[in-house]
């Protein structure tokens, strides 16, 4: 019989904490409507007492989504509780998330206050809040450095007092996974009624250990993770909730299930990242654009004969559509072989080793071959590969100025040309390209990367689409679905 771990996603709260990434709240809105789709048991919508905006969003929040509970957190403080219990009216499931910091640090520097203290404070807010909700979470602000046995005691007076879930954070992401593990077996074996209450974890990655001390502290009796999408946070962030569900779905065995549906993480994903402003890194696990990549020749032969060979995970179960072959300098004949099979060219063995020795010319000089490359080298002709290629793009913009672009583009050998203008250089741009395209079409990413520094920098745009094409050709209509890169110096 499986074990059942319940998700508690801080994207809306922890997550937003993060310096230039504010959501307003028909953004908020978006983000929880998704995380209830992603199937996520708990979503902290923000902390009411913070600012209007924090106190209006829980409200709206709560009225968008109907089965997973709403949490608001406050401070142990009893004005905190009262207004976060009226943001919370409209909640189908309400939970107050209240608590107060353990550590002696905490007690000495930030509250300059006692044990004893704090452990009054601590069973107070429980109760006050207990007033108002069924369900309430009290956090050990700092667990993670705070003393096992008063943490214990702690523990054993808010469950006492009516906390229905204990939440024990490492708040500065200072253990270690083996002292995390320890901490969370040290309580389920000295607090006497543990059993009435869920322990969670809430881990950060300022040492990047947030996922390795979530893990353990599951291992250890938590049933309850805090996480965001991402693993967007304070400094350096929190756990991502990606890995953690991928982690238990990849190791079955362990028994452990969740609510999770796994094949709407990576669209949460870019969601999250679109509306925060924060670009994903390459590498970044699960989600990153190069995780279910292959460059290495001994990898991507070894993919070709069979996946599992170099891939723990399908990326259709985390919603992607397949994984890529990238054709480097690095890559092997059986990595170009299957690009130009997949763009409808084979050729013999013979043939192949002569094109291989200029692919590996080309692909020193480059340091990404694409397929249109791949088939000029094999002579392929690009009209009858329905090729789309950009011939040139050009921006007029500047403050004062209004953004104008000039765009085009080589369509299965015919010539299109097209110009508009719009609200910013990339605006005008995709208007432009509209105007040759006669169909919706959706950005799928745009990165702007500096390529030298100084006054007189240089920068590269990475914009890559999504459309169904139409294209005039001989007065009639083409259709083909496609993604395609479009590279200009700035």
Known sequence: MSDRLFIFDTTLRDGEQVPGCQLNTVEKIQVAKALEQLGVDVIEAGFPISSPGDFNSVIEISKAVTWPTICALTRAVERDI??????????????????????????????????????ERAVAATKYAKRFVDDVEFYCEDAGRTDNEYLARVVEAVIKAGATVVNIPDTTGYCLPQEYFDKIKYLKEHVDNIDCAIISTHCHNDLGMATANTFNGVMAGARQVEVTINGIGERAGNTSLEEIAMILKCHRSLGIETNINTTKIYPTSRMVSSLMNMPIQPNKAIVGRNAFAHSSGIHQDGVLKNVHTYEIMDPKDVGIDDNSIVLTARSGRAALKHRLHVNGVDLSEEKLDK????????????????????????????????????????????????????????????????????????????????????????????????????????????????????????YRYRQRRGVYRLYQQI
């Open 355 to 474: 094109i291989y020795e200029k692919f590996l010319v080309l692909a020193d000089q480059k340091k990404e071959v694409s397929d249109a490359d791949a088939l000029m080298l094999a002579g392929a002709d690009t009209a009858d590969t329905h090729a789309v290629r950009l011939d040139f793009l050009q921006v007029t913009t500047g403050k004062g100025v209004k953004s104008v672009a000039s765009i085009g583009l080589d369509i299965s050998g015919q010539k299109f040309e097209a110009a508009a203008s719009g609200n910013g250089p990339v605006d005008a741009a995709i208007k432009a390209l509209k105007k040759i395209i006669m169909k919706q079409m959706t950005l799928k990413e745009f990165t702007i990367q500096a390529i030298s520094k100084g006054s007189d920098d240089v920068g590269k745009v990475h914009m890559q689409v999504e459309l169904w094409l139409w294209c005039q050709y001989r």
């Open 82 to 119: 009262e207004v976060a219990f009226d943001a919370l009216k409209y909640a189908k499931h309400k939970r107050i998330h209240t608590g107060i910091g353990t550590s002696d640090e905490h007690i000495k520097f930030k509250f300059n206050s006692t044990r004893e203290e704090i452990l």
